[in-house]
């Protein structure tokens, strides 16, 4: 049986040696992500709703960065006077402060996560999103180095090699951090340690919360139908180096991850200097300018963005439906409008279809509508598609055009906008049906009315 970590001590000599801490309070972890600070404020990833949160020093919040480049945000790091996000898929997006995208790159990994200091930029292999059916060869780096617009410039340290070799993604997935002085931090997603490589790829030291009294590499279990199953433990969430010097550590008690805890680090030993469990409403955790540490419930701290500051939807479209009539963005004003962007060759699509004709029918023409933008280049393939499914909404032709202009990561992607063309929430991929009954309910809160359709008793 694994078992819990007894109390840790709090060395209170080290403590009352940390560097200053600049004032207020700086964001470390918004849920199970990692925060950066950059231009005096604590950005936080949201990939619930595809954007990054901006906070004050008293964790108000006072910016929001969404836009079709940020599909699901995974983690935020500063580079140099921009961020660096994460993205679940693995791709690294760099953003100014204003939202703007600057640059982006695919993933070095078969999924990445990155941290940056100054303008150096390190990926290590997701734990957000790993696979566990990807082999790798033994003599692969743990880390990768990247230059500023993300090119890979040297491997660093070596990888844990598990006796599964299909496992290896898995074992070294893990949650990173960086310093300034080239210092790289790395806690394995499935095995209790802590390490600190310097700028060679150099271990330096080790730290360990001794939650299992043997350590073990993830096995497949039996198969349950199509479903691959495996035994592991997950064991560290999330990386944070904080402004008072020290290493903040989000991970978990349980191997199902459900029962939280920080555990803060001394950078130059690998010290436990403090531990904190976390109750289930403490999901997003600050240091304020002693090093203490203050928890909040991330919910309440985003309270407001979804109704306040919207953006509008642009650029403006004037494109040809497919008999030749142009359709503009100005004909679906004083409407829910949901803009959707697809192609015949995108699978997804072809899935999702059904459920949006659905969603159409639910309401009225006078509160909702649907702009089905096709992307094909290929018009045949397109009117082919559209037999198929005989949409009742209108089809436009974007001719191949379209992800240039609008700068999505995929297909589909749809944008809900309320009655004066804003942006109430962006849709990446195709989430199933339970996606569609959100959508759905969000539409109706846009509407303000039940939808259209027999009353039931």
Not at 55 to 80: E, I, Q
Not at 174 to 192: C, E, H, K, N, S
Not at 287 to 298: K, N, R, Y
Not at 418 to 436: K, L, M, S, T
Request: include cysteine.
């Amino acid at each position: 049986m694994r078992r819990a970590l007894g109390a840790a001590l709090c060395l209170w000599a080290a403590s009352a040696c940390r560097p200053a801490a600049p004032s207020g309070l700086t964001l470390l972890f918004y849920q199970r992500s990692p925060a950066a600070v950059l231009g005096g404020r604590s950005w936080a990833p949201d990939p619930d709703h595809a954007r990054l949160l901006g906070f004050d020093d008293r964790l108000r919040l006072v910016k929001t960065l969404a836009g079709p480049g940020l599909a699901m945000p995974m983690a935020v790091a500063p580079l140099g006077t921009r961020l660096l996000v994460s993205e679940e898929t693995g791709d690294g997006v760099v953003l100014d402060t204003a939202g703007a995208l600057v640059r982006e790159w695919s993933s070095p990994f078969a999924v990445a996560l990155y941290a940056a200091a100054g303008t150096r930029v390190v990926a290590v292999r997701s734990p957000y999103r790993v696979s566990p059916l990807t082999p790798e060869p033994a003599d692969a780096p743990l880390f990768r180095v990247l230059d500023t617009l993300g090119r890979p410039l040297e491997g660093l340290a070596a990888i844990h090699v598990p006796a599964t070799p299909f496992l290896t993604q898995i074992t070294n997935a893990g949650a990173l951090a960086a310093d300034a002085g080239g210092a790289v931090y790395f806690a394995p997603l499935v095995r209790d340690e802590i390490v600190k490589y310097d700028a060679s790829g150099t271990r330096r030291w080790t730290a360990t919360r001794g939650l299992y009294p043997t350590e073990a590499d993830p096995v497949y279990l039996p198969a349950q139908g199509r479903e691959l199953r495996l035994d592991e433990a997950l064991v560290n969430v999330a990386l944070a180096l904080g402004p008072d010097g020290r290493l903040y550590a989000l991970g978990a008690e349980d191997s199902a991850a459900t029962r939280l805890r920080v555990d803060v680090l001394d950078t130059a030993t690998g010290a436990i200097l403090e531990t904190r469990r976390l109750g289930p409403t403490e999901t997003a955790i600050a240091v304020d300018a002693h090093g203490g540490l203050v928890t909040f419930d991330a919910a309440a701290l985003a309270r407001g963005a979804e109704s306040g500051g919207r953006e509008a939807f642009a650029p403006g479209f004037a494109l040809p439906d497919t008999l030749g009539d142009t359709v503009t963005l100005a004909r679906f004003a004083g409407k829910v409008t949901l803009v959707d962007f697809w192609a015949s060759w995108c699978d997804p699509c072809r899935e999702e279809f059904p459920h949006m004709i659905a969603l159409y029918d639910r309401f009225d023409r006078s509160d909702f509508e649907i702009a089905a933008i096709s992307d094909d280049v290929d018009r045949g393939k397109m009117l082919g598609f559209v037999r198929e499914f005989h949409p009742p909404f209108p089809v436009l032709v974007g001719g191949g055009r379209m992800k240039q202009q609008y700068h999505y990561r995929g297909l589909p992607y749809s944008v809900l906008l309320d009655r004066r063309g804003r942006v109430v929430e962006r849709y990446f991929g195709f989430g199933g049906p339970a996606e569609f009954q959100r959508l759905a309910a969000t539409i109706e809160q846009e509407i303000g009315t039940k939808p259209a359709g027999p009353s039931t008793p």
